[in-house]
């Protein structure tokens, strides 16, 4: 029972030809209101130039620190922000302005999905597991009742939660647990692409192997594409493919995960690497600061 | 010989939801002189809570036992006014959010200068001196501006060099730091902690670290407290811990952490998730998520052994061989 | 039989419990005392021991009597008919008046926080425009169109009432709505109508209810200042603010006849805001 749905899903995803997201030349410029009043307004540029595709079954990286663009990349791939410029296609549509219509929205949320990093806010307070990924499956699919109730016990499972939690609230589940939910939800809509912004960032290192590792099972059997977020070098390691590396709204460097981490080129993912504590590893007095405002006036 | 600081059998209980709920289980720790000690754990392990007892910051109504002394001399039952004067001269706190433990609508100078000038009554402008002085050791540059400035006008980062500063100012003896840089970017992170163990180690301070990252703790820590479900469960060297973990929970800490340099196909995960103490069952609180488990575990929580160097609280530590990565044994018992 | 009645017991026992673990104790007392008003209220027909607007001019204010426990009006009414009967536009003027605002007003704010921009503006402010004429002056103007009665006065002060609850409302909503399960539910595609109605207006219910509350105590002032007044229930019909506007009475210092619906009112407006605190209360404290 429960293959016969993965493989349909494989399918699912599989059916798409072409990569499963393209960005071109991607901008986002906020505009920040100055001065007294807020009359005066400056522009602040939040992303500039960002270019990437990615093929399905495939995860990309994308790694910088506070202000470096990375949210705002992944905020205007679902569409809860509008690019200033550039373009985004995802399963081989464009989605570069917002959706004019609600089926418009609904189809591209069957495209692309997005787990958020704060497991306590990322659920209705109010609504049971169950009821959660429930709503999900009645926007998306047509399947009667007993189907809907069939699929969540297979989703639930699929994250490791037991048929009894969903009958519960969120407030009955731990950080972990929640996050297991929050990827069932994005799952139940079969996207072609899921989204972890900061996914496993705020938990706990040993809730956060396990989330790791059910990840990666995800992507293996349903052959779907992630765009992982995350300042984590060590963890970027163990669930991408290629990563991009932001500093600023820049793109400073990209490629193969395995490449970057290992032999990096550009300065900045140096010292990223650099500053990461691991056996052996001591603080240094890096200025980061000071140190890369200097090499980049030169 | 008499420690720095001594923590012996603390025990903490914290009213929640109207009822006594157990944070703390008989912690016991001490920390000498100019010594860096680490208390590593996961949420809800008490690793806060034991920092904050040593400064008496609970909140009202915890119940505590046991004892905690400093330079010998006892801490318990001291009075309101013998506390203060405690925290303002021989031991200060710096927490994670800086923001949130600096007065927004004071300029940085002020804060600074504050304990010197009101507890000290040191003269202000000779005060200021001092603070531009440290500032500029903390790696702010142009100081003197910065001091006429708000919080607000400060990034994460730089505050958190600021609570450095007010911190080493009052020169105390021990300073207790709660996670100092966890909201902090890594490359900011590790210029914090080169400046904050550069400072602390020329004027001869004692640190009690609180992290929940074994990495960091390892990179500049003279020993390593692991706790778990507010139990102390393990003490040891950095080096020893990374060797040769002697309590399982250090040991899956270990493995469970992604590694920079290599791609793990699967990531050894600890089953369930970590534990508050007063979830705890009775015996030792990591049972059910152990390998190693025995029928033993659930009868009594271990006392602590010492075994090469290293205090551990479990019934089977001299008997398993852990490992701190998985190789060929895949993190089983080699013996 | 008993063990249906120990079933039974068992559940109210767990209600109250649950209700006493939300509103403690002192609102268990004020929700008690507002439950046995609205009984009272409904009762009113089978319970008052006699007609509220008969007459005994042979039995003028006379003190409390085994015939009249609260004693007469100054035209020998039975005092304790007439609160019983007066409690009921008393307690139904404000509930009217709450529930149009409510009705009026959730809506509004779910408009205005949820699209935001230029909807939002356009809401806004015309909510600070209504928000700028006081209810009385409202209930006036619709007494003169009108004429007196429960009915104008009540929608007049619904119609002031309203921007109260929904700026409230708003914030809250404005708020609740940058938490990312409700930026999830945006991306899954779900309509903005069905993110309002089953998520936003749900999670931010606590807010409005303790809203409510405390804007029903003004209410029922307000309603009683009208009567008062003469603009909203007249003579022979009553209410409680009828009921104080007893010249006769003051001037001949029987103060009790008086004292009884003051009583009730205050009564009945702190009991009102004490539990609509409480609940506004353990709100933030469940957010916590």
Avoid at chain 1, 76 to 85: K, P, R, W
Avoid at chain 2, 87 to 106: C, E, G, L, W, Y
Wanted: net charge neutral.
């Amino acid at each position: 029972m429960g293959d016969a749905v993965h493989s349909a899903e494989t399918d699912h995803v599989r059916r798409l030809n072409g990569p499963a997201v393209e960005v071109a030349g991607l901008r986002k410029v906020f505009r920040v209101s100055g001065g007294v009043g807020g009359r005066r307004h400056r522009d602040f540029v939040a992303v500039e130039g960002a270019s990437f595709s990615l093929e399905q079954g495939h995860s990309l990286g994308i790694v910088g620190e506070s202000g470096s663009g990375k949210t705002t990349i992944a905020r205007m791939l679902v569409g809860i922000d509008t690019a200033s410029g550039g373009s985004i296609r995802v399963a081989g549509r464009d989605r570069s302005t917002p959706a004019k219509s609600t089926s418009e929205r609904r189809r591209r949320g069957s495209e692309m999905q997005i787990v958020f990093q704060d497991p306590y806010t990322s659920l209705d307070p109010r609504q049971s597991i169950n009821r959660c990924i429930n709503e999900v499956l009645k926007l998306h699919r047509a399947m009667t009742e007993n189907e809907r109730r069939q699929r969540i016990i297979e989703l639930l499972d699929q994250v490791g939660l037991t048929e009894h939690q969903g009958l519960v609230l969120p407030k009955n589940l731990s950080g972990g647990q929640r996050q297991r939910v929050a990827i069932a939800r994005a799952l139940a809509a079969e996207p072609a692409v899921l989204v972890l912004d900061e996914a496993v960032s705020a938990l706990d290192v040993s809730i956060q192997a396990q989330i790791i590792n059910l990840l990666n099972d995800i992507r293996e059997r349903t052959n779907m594409a992630y765009i992982f977020i995350s300042h984590n070098l060590a963890v970027v390691r163990q669930v991408t493919d290629q990563t991009l590396v932001l500093r600023k709204g820049v793109v400073v460097e990209q490629g193969d995960t395995e490449k970057i981490l290992d032999a990096p080129e550009n300065d900045y993912t140096k010292l990223l690497l650099a500053s990461v504590p691991e056996p052996g590893w001591k603080p240094r007095r890096i200025r980061a600061d000071a140190a890369l405002s200097r090499e980049s006036e030169i | 010989m008499t420690h720095l600081l001594q923590i012996e059998n603390l025990s903490v209980d914290l009213v929640v939801h109207r009822r006594y709920r157990k944070v703390l289980q008989d912690v016991s720790i001490t920390v000498e002189k100019a010594e860096v000690v680490s208390l590593v754990g996961e949420s809800g392990s008490g690793k806060s809570m034991t920092a904050r007892s040593v400064l008496s910051l609970l909140p009202a109504q915890g119940k505590m036992s046991g004892g905690i002394a400093f330079d010998g001399q006892s801490l318990i039952g001291a009075s309101y006014k013998e506390w203060q004067k405690f925290r303002a001269t021989k031991a200060a706190m710096i927490f994670q959010d800086p923001r949130a433990s600096i007065n927004p609508v004071h300029r940085i100078g002020d804060f600074l200068t504050e304990a010197l000038v009101h507890n000290r009554g040191m003269d202000r402008h000779e005060a200021l001196e001092r603070a531009a002085t440290l500032l500029e050791q903390v790696g702010i540059d142009d100081a003197t501006r910065r001091l006429r400035q708000y919080p607000h006008e400060l990034s994460g980062g730089m505050l958190q060099r600021v609570m450095i500063a007010s911190v080493l100012l009052i020169e105390p003896q021990l300073i207790l730091a709660d996670e100092p840089t966890t909201a902090l970017d890594v490359t900011t992170q590790a210029d914090v902690i080169a400046v904050l163990d550069d400072l602390r180690a020329q004027r001869d301070m004692a640190m009690l670290f609180i992290t929940h990252d074994l990495e960091l703790a390892a990179a500049f820590s003279d020993r390593i407290a692991v706790m778990y479900a507010g139990f102390i469960v393990e003490v040891s060297t950095p080096a020893q811990l990374h060797a040769r973990p002697l309590h399982p929970y250090t040991a899956a800490l270990l493995h469970s952490r992604p590694m920079l340099h290599e791609r793990t196909a699967r990531l050894p995960q600890i089953s369930g998730r970590p534990l508050s103490a007063f979830e705890a069952p009775p015996g030792c609180p990591f049972q059910d998520r152990c390998p190693y488990v025995q029928p033993r575990c659930s009868e009594s929580m271990p006392q602590p052994l010492l075994i090469a160097g290293s205090i551990v609280r479990c019934h089977r530590a001299s008997e398993l061989e852990l490992v701190s990565t998985v190789g060929a044994g895949g993190g089983q018992t080699h013996g | 039989m008993s063990l249906l009645t120990n079933l039974t017991n068992r559940e109210d026992h767990h209600l109250l419990r649950k209700v006493h673990d939300r509103i403690g104790t002192g609102g268990m007392v004020a929700g008690g005392f507002m439950l046995f008003l609205i009984v009272a209220a409904t009762l009113a027909p089978l319970i008052s021991p006699m007609s509220p607007n008969a007459i005994d001019l042979l039995n003028v204010s006379s003190g409390s009597t085994w015939l009249h426990p609260l004693g007469t009006d100054n035209l020998g009414r039975d005092v304790l008919s007439r609160l019983l009967w007066g409690a009921r536009p008393s307690l139904l003027g404000p509930t009217l008046v709450i529930g149009v605002a409510t009705i009026i007003a959730v809506p509004l704010a779910a408009l205005a926080g949820w699209s935001g921009g230029v909807i939002d503006q356009i809401v806004s402010r015309f909510l600070d425009l209504v928000f700028a004429f006081p209810g009385i002056l409202l209930a006036i103007l619709a007494v003169t169109l009108y004429g007196p009665g429960l009915y104008p006065c009540s929608m007049a002060l619904a119609l002031s009432y309203m921007p109260w609850i929904a700026r409230v409302t708003r914030s809250e909503i404005l708020r609740e709505r940058n938490k990312p399960y409700i930026k999830a539910l945006e991306v899954q595609g779900l309509s903005g109508f069905a993110i309002c109605v089953r998520h936003l207006i749900p999670n931010v219910s606590a807010t409005i209810w303790s809203q409510v509350t405390i804007s029903f105590g003004y209410a029922l002032i307000d309603l009683a200042a009208l009567s008062f007044l003469g603009l909203n229930i007249l003579p022979p019909g009553s209410d409680w603010g009828v009921m104080t506007n007893n010249e006769n009475a003051i001037l001949q210092g029987d103060l009790n006849q008086v004292l009884y619906p003051c009583l009730l009112i205050i009564l009945s407006v702190t009991s009102v805001t004490y539990v609509g605190k409480r609940l506004s209360d353990e709100n933030t404290r469940l957010l916590k």
